[in-house]
């Protein structure tokens, strides 16, 4: 434990005060770390703040983070270890949503973090957090959190976790402003210039189809709207 003690007083660059001390004593004692996990801790801290461009984690930090490792039931160094690649993995996947999300990756805000955190946390991949953000930005014209979250919100209640779910019982209603001329927020992969289709009743019915040829519902008079969801063509 004197070890750890040490590890951590090098990382905050002072001696710890009695304050933290005991935090640090109740997680070795009281949750069961290990020195060795404390040490892993300390140093995945440091390299936290050497990420956000900060010279040393504060004692807080390695506190805080040490308790939600407890929580996880963290206790050896083996244990510590595999929190840290779950910690990696999950900052990669972060890192894809903001780039859908075309946010600055030097532009963090805890409030972003928060609602990306929440829905990842939901079981949403990151293209299906891409759709709720194109409706969101083609209803409000702009990316508004709070709205982009309750589309969010509302998939989770109706059990809706993936791409064909959401395109088939979650697709916008007419009425409102996808339906009243402007076009409905798709599928990445689908060439943006040729996601949109217009059928007789007025509303935009998403399809997959290759750039070249648009394939509108009058041309194959035989299909349904369901059906065209699994169309390409050239």
Same mark, same amino acid.
């Given at each position: 434990f004197a070890r750890a003690v040490h590890a951590v007083e090098h990382a905050a660059g002072r001696r710890l005060p009695t304050a933290d001390l005991s935090a640090l004593t109740e997680l070795f004692d009281f949750h069961g770390l290990s020195p060795e996990a404390l040490e892993?801790?300390?140093?995945?801290?440091?390299?936290?703040?050497?990420?956000?461009?900060?010279?040393?984690?504060?004692?807080?930090?390695?506190?805080?983070?040490?308790? #939600?490792?407890?929580?996880?039931?963290?206790?050896?160094?083996?244990?510590?270890?595999?929190?840290?690649?779950?910690?990696?993995?999950? #900052?990669?996947?972060?890192?894809?949503?903001?780039?859908?999300?075309?946010?600055?990756?030097?532009?963090?805000?805890?409030?972003?973090?928060?609602?990306?955190?929440?829905?990842?946390?939901?079981?949403?991949?990151?293209?299906?957090? #891409?759709?709720?953000?194109?409706?969101?930005?083609l209803n409000c014209g702009r990316l508004n959190w709070k709205y982009c979250?309750?589309?969010l919100e509302s998939w989770r209640k109706n059990g809706l976790f993936t791409m064909a779910d959401v395109l088939e019982k979650a697709a916008p209603k007419a009425g409102n402003r996808a339906g009243t001329g402007g076009p409905v927020a798709l599928h990445p992969l689908i060439p943006r210039e040729n996601r949109y289709i217009r059928t007789e009743l007025g509303k935009f019915c998403p399809f997959f189809v290759l750039p070249r040829k648009p394939l509108y519902k009058k041309e194959c008079p035989g299909l349904s709207y369901t059906d065209l969801l699994n169309v390409t063509t050239v």
């Open positions: 892993l801790l300390t140093a995945q801290c440091c390299d936290e703040a050497i990420l956000r461009g900060e010279e040393r984690p504060t004692a807080r930090r390695i506190e805080k983070l040490g308790l #939600e490792w407890a929580r996880l039931g963290v206790r050896s160094q083996a244990d510590a270890v595999a929190a840290i690649r779950r910690m990696v993995r999950r #900052e990669q996947t972060v890192a894809e949503v903001r780039r859908r999300l075309r946010l600055d990756p030097d532009a963090r805000i805890s409030s972003d973090d928060a609602y990306i955190a929440a829905w990842l946390d939901w079981g949403f991949s990151p293209a299906l957090i #891409e759709l709720a953000f194109d409706r969101t930005v979250h309750g589309i």
